[in-house]
């Protein structure tokens, strides 16, 4: 299989001005998970003659997998000016170790890099890549507008919430795994397959997101715990924690979520608050079922080493610590 890392490390970004490249460098050099491009491959493998690589297919995903992560990790540029973000993957994130007009300039200029990779890929493919690009980007925007609406909020549902994150996270996992399988061959059962496959592993993935986000360990998570509880994020736990509180913890809850000027305290308290409710366990339990649901996706697929390594991924994202 391709080495996408490597792919990533060999894209070129000495160039002028250095104001508007490094802050990219940077950005792609700090790690993640390269969750989305693996995607990518991964399908495409599964679909090329049942599991066996051909290198030309395989190839030719390559292309739409950059410009997955770095659309990506453009997105990530932005929310963390949004959310005035201080870490991201355990470095200071661009807006801090610059400052705010670099970070939004540095990832519009990603934005463009990401689409001159999407150039790259084989012509006869690339209006339905593209087309579906451009869904997800916009999918994508319309996720994050609602996430900020939420914070103004006094009344969001759960339902509400999986909606959010299915646009904001779900569809650029989905796509990554839709667009590798179709360079591939896959046919539109297969496509399909592969999409919902990869709208139930971003709920997941979310949803343990969120609980990490209280529950993980900063040396691993990467970024400071608490911070949705300090900004009154609707996360899963929040929006469980009000719908399954009595009379009283809910009054205490939301006045905690009144409270601007003692983090520390109101992530104790907080955290006490969704321990005496079960909400962990609760989320957890939502995110089992979208991780069942993706794996039973696969079963419309071809079975061999690239499906196999879709259903170790599923168990690996819904136990992941950081």
Not at 36 to 43: G, Q, V
Not at 50 to 66: F, K, R
Not at 96 to 117: C, P, R
Not at 168 to 194: D, F, H, W
Request: with cysteine.
């Amino acid at each position: 299989m391709i080495d996408i890392i490597k792919e990533i490390e060999n894209l070129d970004w000495s160039k002028e001005p250095k104001g508007l490249y490094e802050p990219i460098a940077y950005t792609l050099a700090s790690g993640g998970k390269r969750l989305r491009p693996t995607l990518a491959l991964i399908a495409a493998e599964a679909i090329v003659n049942e599991g066996l690589l051909n290198g030309d297919a395989i190839a030719h995903t390559v292309p739409a997998a950059l410009a997955l992560e770095i659309f990506h990790n453009f997105t990530l540029l932005h929310d963390d000016v949004m959310d005035r973000a201080s870490v991201r993957r355990g470095r200071p994130t661009v807006h801090v170790k610059w400052n705010d007009n670099t970070a939004i300039l540095s990832g519009d200029q990603m934005l463009i890099e990401a689409y001159k990779q999407l150039a790259q890929v084989p012509a006869d493919k690339l209006p339905q890549v593209l087309k579906w690009f451009n869904e997800m980007a916009t999918a994508i925007c319309e996720g994050q507008q609602y996430d900020v609406d939420f914070e103004h909020q006094s009344q969001v549902r759960i339902e509400d919430y999986m909606m959010m994150i299915e646009k904001k996270t779900s569809v650029l996992i989905a796509n990554a795994l839709r667009t590798g399988g179709y360079i591939a061959g896959a046919n539109p059962a297969q496509q399909e397959a592969l999409y919902q496959y990869g709208l139930h592993i971003g709920l997941a993935f979310q949803i343990q997101d969120d609980i990490l986000d209280v529950y993980g360990d900063p040396k691993t998570f990467g970024k400071a715990i608490g911070g949705d509880i300090c900004c009154n994020k609707k996360t899963i736990l929040l929006l469980t924690a009000l719908e399954q509180a009595d009379a009283e913890t809910k009054a205490e809850l939301e006045q905690w979520l009144t409270v601007t000027d003692r983090d520390a305290e109101k992530i104790a308290a907080v955290t006490a608050l969704y321990n005496r409710l079960g909400v962990r366990e609760r989320a957890e339990a939502i995110m089992e079922q979208h991780t069942a649901l993706a794996l039973a996706q696969l079963d419309k697929l071809p079975q061999n080493k690239a499906t196999d390594k879709l259903r170790t991924l599923a168990a690996t994202l819904a136990a992941r610590k950081s």
